[in-house]
Each structure stands twice: as structure tokens, then as C-alpha cells.
């Protein structure tokens, strides 16, 4: 299979099934058997494709008189692949983008449509220059929507919330390759030598000033393949994350609670910082990602992770009190646009739901917490319904919960004002993931059916 078919056949299946771009991706490089060149190319198209939809249809309807939607789905997309070859991709010549188009067109069952496609981009190819690129007509916001190929709701909200400018900065950065980070297995090794051990393989890795313990990664290839990750020695982890479970400020000794915890990373994390000594339950509920969790937890040598399935929504099984409880709620994922493209062209509608699962999710969070524990939430998208509006609801209708500051390291900025408690990290600003944090504690002077306790005896209910 080729590298065009390959990433033909990734678009579609993302198109169809609403698959995440990087598990589509893998699998669809796993089943053909191409050189690292092709991969290459094949993953640059794949992902250059996903991230300019809107402009390359924006440029591709001017040259067709039928509407997008009545041309057959695979024709389209390998015109969207073609314009974006043509457009973007300086290496590959017009020629080969265009013949090798009418060739996959054939290849893939359409060859009725091989003179259609063929027509469309040799228009464009004969236009190209004389043509405005992107299209900029309409109004202000589906102008942005096509240079940026980012939804006008999307923007409108982002704008709503934080401005035109840091708007704008949000869409630019949409496009750059995001950068991979690890986090020391500090259990087994030191951030030093492992610098020095995977320099040793030819990865160049070097420490973050303001998180410790934090390595960002060039030149890696496959991770799978690294001797130091086949040993326990790291984990891949966004910055973001990392700050988080910093932030969290889980203690040794400490019983922890991760109510959402799979794939594992922030729970390895925690763990590292605890010094593997006390209580950490993760949960997930599904067989095959709590799997994952103790999977990852056995590689990295943790003994105090146990991984089991739990409804972190329902919350019906009473567990013991906990001294911290992570709630990183499923979320529409709006901040991490850099690692799956994809995300940025759900309905609104996709994502009005969210809000209150995450608030039942919380909810029921905070039920696990002793007097004086540590309740954190957490989300990676940037989305004010789910982050700031869930967070001042849970303080309003709890009262026996109360903001608790985030002290934050220094080197970190803030890109919007916002309560102490509560942090929203942009991509633009810190080079992490865009994510959310917000932190609680309970109140020691409230019992657990929630009535103020008061010096005279007396108990009070909470309002």
C-alpha cells in the first residue's frame, strides 16, 4: 500500500467513525508495510489534511459546481489531499500531486470520477496565483474560520471568553507541532542520568527550568523502541499534566484516589512524588483501560498503584475517606487541537452535555474526601462551560468546600485573570497542552452530613 492509500485510508476512517487521529494513524501505518521515508510522508499528509479541512474546501468548492456534499466522500477526500500537496507540501511537485490523485481515485473504486478529479485540480493548478489563497470573503469571523480552518462557534466562544487577541494566538498556535515531554521514573533513576542515557540512543532530551524532573524530547523515533522507556526509566507526559500532579501536592504516606485516571500518566506521577509509599486507587470504567493503567504501572515499578473499575459518575460504591481526590473529568479536548486536529470540528452540540456529567463526576469526587482533604479538577480543553462555570457552581451549591490558591512555580505565567484557585493554561504562553486546574479543600469545621460545627456545641447546616 502507498503512502497516499495509507493516509486516504486514516482520513476516512476518522471521517466515519469519529476515531481519535493518533490511534487511527497507528493502526492504519501497522497493517502496510512502508520504508520510514513513506511513514513520514504518510503522517505529514495524514495530519495536514486533518488540520486545513475547512481551508481546503474553502479553495476546493470555487471549482465545482456541485455542492461538497454531494460529491462522494472518498473523491473528496483525496481532492483535500491533493490541494494540500499542491498548497503546502513545496516538495511534491503539482504534477505528481495531481496524477497521483486520478491513480488513488482509480485505485479506490471511482474511477468514474478519475476525469472529475483530474478537471478540479488542473483548474486550480492553471488559477493558482490569480486566485486569492485562502478565500477571504464573508464575514469577519468565517474569514478567520477559513484561514485558521477553525469553526465560527469555536471562535466565537474562544473570543467570548478571552479575547480576539489571545483568540487569535490559540488558532496560530493550532498549527505548530506540539513538543513531546517525559517525566523521570525518579524511582528508578535521576533527571541527569538520563539524559545521559538517552543521549546514549541518539534522543536528545533536555530538563524544563520550572517543572523538575520534567525532560522535553527530540528526535526520538519510536518511543516503544527505547531502551530507557522498555525499562520503567520515563514516561511520556505533557507539561501540563506534569504541573498538575504537582500541583495536587500529594504527600508519602498519603491515600489517593485518580477517579478518571486511565491511560495512568498523571497516577504514575503521583506515585513518583510520593515516593511509591502510601495508598493510590485509580479508576476507569472500562476493562481495557484500567488494563492500561496497571500495565504501566508494573513497566514503570510502582507497587502502591491499584487499578480498578469504577463509574466515576454513578460513584454508587462507598470507599474509605481519601486525603486527595483527582478529578480529571472527560472533556471536549479543545486544548490539545496540536495532537488531534480532529477535535476542532465537533458540533457544539457534541460537547453541551459535557458540563454536567463533569459536575456529577465532581460531585461525587468530593463525597471520597476526609475533613481537610484535597479535592483537584482538571480538564485539557478550554472551554469556559467546563472549566470556570463548573468550578463556581461546585463552590456555591458546597459550602463546606472552600478555594484552595494554587501556588504556582515560578516561570509559570498566567495568560488570563482568574481566582487564585483556579489556573488556565494557554499553549501560546507555557508551550504546554491548553488545560484547566482548579483546587478544594473541605472544611474540617463541617461534619460529614454537612452542618457547621461552632465553639458553643451548636450545629449549623451549610447554605
Known sequence: MS???TALKALLRVDENSGYSNLVLDKALRSCQLSERDRSFAAALFYGVLERRLTLDAVLEQYTARPKRKVDTTVWEILRMAAYQIFYMDKVPDSAAVNEAVILTKQSGKGKASGFVNGILRNLLRSRGTVEFPPQHGSRLHRLSVQYSCPEWLISMWESAYGKDITLKIMENCFLRPPLYARVNTLKINREKLIDLLHQESIKASSVVWLEDALKLDNTGSIA?????????????????QLCCKLFGAKPGERI???CAAPGGKTFTIAQRMHDDGEIRSFDQYKGKVCLIQKGAQRLGIHCISAALRDAAAGSDPLPPADRVLCDVPCSGLGILRRKPEIRYKSPESIDSLPILQYRILCRSADLLRPGGVL???????????????TQR??????????????????????????????????????????????????????????????????????
Not at 523502541?225 to 499534566?241: M, N, P, T, V, W
Not at 463541617?446 to 451549610?462: K, L, M, V
Request: charged share 20%.
Open 225 to 241: 523502541q527505547s531502551k530507557c522507556f522498555q525499562h520503567g526509566l520515563f514516561h511520556i507526559q505533557d507539561l501540563a499534566s
Open 257 to 259: 484516589y485518580d477517579v
Open 3 to 5: 503512502a497516499r492509500k
Open 376 to 390: 483537584l479538577y482538571s480538564t485539557c480543553t478550554l472551554n469556559p462551560a467546563e472549566n470556570q462555570a463548573n
Open 394 to 463: 461546585f463552590l456555591s451549591e458546597h459550602p463546606i468546600f472552600a478555594a484552595l490558591p494554587l501556588h504556582l512555580p515560578k516561570g509559570i505565567q498566567r495568560t488570563i485573570k482568574e481566582p487564585e484557585n483556579q489556573l488556565t493554561l494557554f499553549p501560546q504562553t507555557n508551550q504546554t497542552d491548553g488545560f484547566f486546574i482548579s483546587a478544594f479543600r473541605r472544611e474540617e469545621s463541617f461534619n460529614h452530613a454537612g452542618y457547621q460545627i461552632h465553639d458553643t456545641g451548636r450545629t449549623e447546616r451549610g447554605l
